[in-house]
């Protein structure tokens, strides 16, 4: 666009002036402009905000099932002594498309950003068998309880390489699991990261479970994210809300990835629910906002007492418009 | 039978002429069909940058119009679009896949607050961001009557009224000394030299902003070449067949002509910036603008005080239209339909006529003086030409 110079430094005296016959002739009075646009904001709702963003007219990438396998967790299994939970995960190269039209060179777990749920029952022994195809070094480092030679940090996985985690799935809650290899900002927001459900000893109360990762990518490289999902695609849930049951159990794993930004969080409308932060002990938040610093998550309970459509996003509001916000559409 | 045997000569030469366009086509063919299989014996070729160029940014009611063109070599494709950092549903008005410098105008249905800075960014598939500040959203002027009108009046009030007013000094001029015309004809070419050497930086700086592909100080150059050669032939056709330097009138009109196209330049420059809501008119730089260009008159007066049989009326009206009208005109164009490609070329040219003229004013004033350029009122009245261009232009800053 043209830039004039010596005109920008012009237009620095014009606050001295006040020239009400000049700015008659020229722009027809400045009066009769903001009448305009009031009038363009009283007849015109073609842009009206969340209307306009779901359903049809969301941009969010493919279609509706697209994100089952990393929204429902594989089922909980009743603790069992002894039990082997074995995993294979691979790593790879692959482009994503996260949101329409805009394509993100991604690191990934099993070719999704987020990468698989993984779930174990406390006390089983959980073997991931990891592969690196992917075209540079990478570790998958668990947050948990285990030896330390198992947690990712110094057995870096050379492209082609195999490496095997074997430990005991402990302790009971929700945990991130990532790659730790350097530069550690780039292994993560590449994509190198996904959820663990540890479920206790002493299983939950049965629920419609759901997992939702919140992440962000930087698609042009300047060190601050574009665009924010949860589960990896910008506006998915609110092109597609999802359906959960009336005065039923919903308990929904929250967990933060997002780089770059020092926190991220999930609020929920119309409703309240408890919080449990790393899904582990005793105590219990009841609110409709909860903050998590990168790394940090936790399990929400909640019975929704009405139907209808229930917004949730990040109370950060750059953080809705660039596309973490969705849906729950509640029903009998 | 030797005439015959030269023809044929000389058709062989003109056909040998082909030769090298054709090797030429030929070798182009062959790179080109071996692919990148050169540039892979290197090494490779970094990737594009992936942005576009966003050429205007329109506010109308409800709504915001971007104007984006594809700068790079290879195909662009309007993935996302932001506006204030927030991913907002848009239309695209042209093809949302871009070749080599293609356009496409981006709609996006929008609420904007009038008086507020507010970004536009427009993503590629590839993830990669443009965006691009507006100070403040203002709604554009359409192209409607009062608009028009408005653009006319300021460009009369900054381009013909004061240049009319500095032709008044007509009269004063004609009865002074032959060594004080010397000054103000001096001062005349200090007026343009300064004027020259602004529209030529502002060139190069519209130039720097332009793409890659479209800008370059060449660019600049066409326009300094194209306006100073087309001057120099109209003063070659003004003096006739003998080349004598030009005085008078001829002069004057000349010093009109180049003023005239400073003021294109700077009248593009106040519609632009108006229009894009970086410039607030006021009464204030009007009357900057009005008491900076009144010094273009008297440059234009000078030369034609030494017009014998006097000027008429009608001709120094004339002479203050030529000089002046360009502005509104400029101001149109810049208001209505601004391209910076455009811009950097006129000002290039404006900075080529500026010291075309110069040129001409030197050679005049080397031939009718006696003292010739290298007297004290020549380098004062040059000097002094400068300094009140520089201390009026602070009224308008």
New interface residues.
Partial sequence: MPKFTRRRLLAGAAPLVAAPVLGKMTLGSDAGAANRTLQGHVHDHRSAGHAAMIGQNVPAVGGPRDLDALLYPPPPLPYEPGRIREYEVRARDREIEVAPGVFFPAWTYNGTVPGPVLRATEGDILRVNFTNAGSHPHTIHFHGIHPTNKDGVFEIVNSGEEFTYEFEARPAGFHPYHCHSTPLKKHIHKGLYGALIIDPKEPRPPAQELVMVMNGYDTDGDGANNFYTVNGRSFYYARYPITVRRSELVRVYVANLTEFDLINSFHLHADFFHYQPNGTGDYREYTDSVMQCQGQRGVIEIEFANTGLFMFHAHQSEFTELGWMGFFNVVD | MEAKAARRGELSWRLWALVPIVLLSLAVGGYVASGASLVDLIGRNPPQADEFD????QFE???IRIRVTNPQQDDL????I?VD?????FEVDGPRTLGRLRSSTVV????WV?DDPISVGV???????TV?EVAAAV?TPGANA??F???A??GFLVGVLPIALGLLWLPSLRRIEQRWLTAFMALTGGLLSFLGV?ALF?AF??QA?VPGALGGPGLVLLGVAGSFLTMTFISGRFSGEGGAALGGVALATLVAIGIGFHNFGEGL??G???A?G?????????V?FMIHNVTEGLGIAAPAADERSGVSLPRLATLAVIAGAPTIAGAWLGGFA???VL?ALFFGAAAGAAFEVVAEVARYVSKRDPAGLRSGYAIGGFLAGIAVMYVTGLL??
Avoid: C, H, K, M
């Fill in positions: 966003i050429r205007r940014v009611r409800g709504q494709t309007i993935a996302s932001t950092d927030a991913i907002v549903p996006v249905r929008y609420d009038a993503t590629s598939s590839s993830g990669i961001e691009e709604e009062g608009a009108l408005g653009y009046i300021i602004e502002e700086e519209l902003a420059a106040i632009t910036s108006f894009f970086q410039l607030t008119l006021g009464s204030f730089l009007i900057g601004a391209n910076d811009a308008a800053a």
